[in-house]
């Protein structure tokens, strides 16, 4: 599995927070993602705040509450975190320029790593018990999903971006365009407008592989025969009839006769608007 980028995780942590906020109670709800190396994390979402003193802070795994619940993998949390014995105090200054007292650390954990933790705090002492966080539980559930979902598409985008180099055969094309398409439906899920615009430029190079090598079906019933669609990209490539005609291996009349085939079928006065058509449709770069 290939982990979401940062900015992908908190794409979905961010608009989360005041969900989390209302939902929990509380007059506070921040958050960021971990670090994958390091196991750090640094503040970058805040619901609430009423200073700067939490924008961007570093929380380092096994300090503070948010640094015990990422080593303990669990949430963890202190009704008066003033007289909390069971963390270090790090944090104070940032925790006290906000007047905190309450304070709750939930880790998403997505395939048994941590990869985002939101903190949920008061300026009153709260009691914190399991019905509390059962309330919370179908929020945690689907920032998990959602970040899972991420890392699904980041994985099945290597694939695709490995694959295409090595593109042999249209069966292989057909199959990462089957991965282009149900991707689609996944981005289009998750309301993911960067990585919606991003798969159709993926499809549409790949389906005009496809063109190239089978041919394109036209809406007025007729048909551009896989001979001038390689006709048509050479074309696009800027290449004369007599350069065409030599790549091809064909006679430049030939080629001509092509052009002039293509062109009428595509209801076009000249290459460059037959060019333009097929780039408009996909069916080349």
């Known amino acids: 599995m290939v982990p979401a ?37 640094h503040i970058m ?21 948010g640094g015990k ?8 949390s202190v009704e008066n975190y003033e007289a909390a014995s069971g963390i270090t ?8 320029s906000e007047s905190l007292v309450t304070a709750v650390a939930i880790p998403i954990v997505v395939a048994g790593t941590p990869r985002a933790l939101v903190y949920l705090a008061s300026t009153t002492e709260v009691s914190i018990g399991d019905r509390w966080f059962d309330t919370l539980e179908p929020l945690r559930r689907r ?8 890392d699904e598409v980041q994985a099945r985008l290597a694939q695709l971006q490995a694959g295409s180099a090595a593109l042999s055969s249209t069966a292989n094309t057909i199959e990462l365009a089957a991965v282009v398409r149900e991707l689609g439906e996944v981005s289009a899920e998750l309301g993911n407008a960067a990585m919606s615009a991003r798969l159709d430029r993926i499809r549409q190079r790949l389906d005009g592989g496809l063109a190239v090598d089978r041919g394109v079906e036209l809406p007025n019933g007729s048909r551009l025969t896989r001979r001038e669609m390689q006709v048509l ?10 350069q065409i005609a030599e790549n091809l291996g064909l006679l430049p009349n030939t080629v001509k006769s092509y052009l002039q085939d293509l062109m009428r079928k595509l209801d076009c006065t000249n290459r460059v608007q037959a060019i333009a058509a097929a780039r408009t449709a996909g069916w080349i770069d």
């Open 45 to 65: 979402s805040t619901v609430g705040a009423r200073t700067k003193a939490l924008n961007n802070l570093e929380v380092v795994s096994r300090t503070g509450l």
């Open 233 to 242: 990209v050479e074309a696009a490539r800027g290449l004369s009839n007599r």
């Open 89 to 96: 105090h790090h944090y104070d200054h940032a925790v006290r």
């Open 5 to 41: 980028s940062t900015d992908a995780v908190l794409n979905r942590l961010s608009p989360a927070m005041p969900a989390w906020r209302s939902v929990g109670g509380m007059d506070l709800a921040f958050g960021g993602v971990v670090d994958e190396k390091s196991g750090s994390l």
């Open 143 to 150: 920032l998990q999903h959602e970040i899972l979902v991420e």
């Open 69 to 76: 619940a990422l080593a303990l993998v669990r949430p963890t």
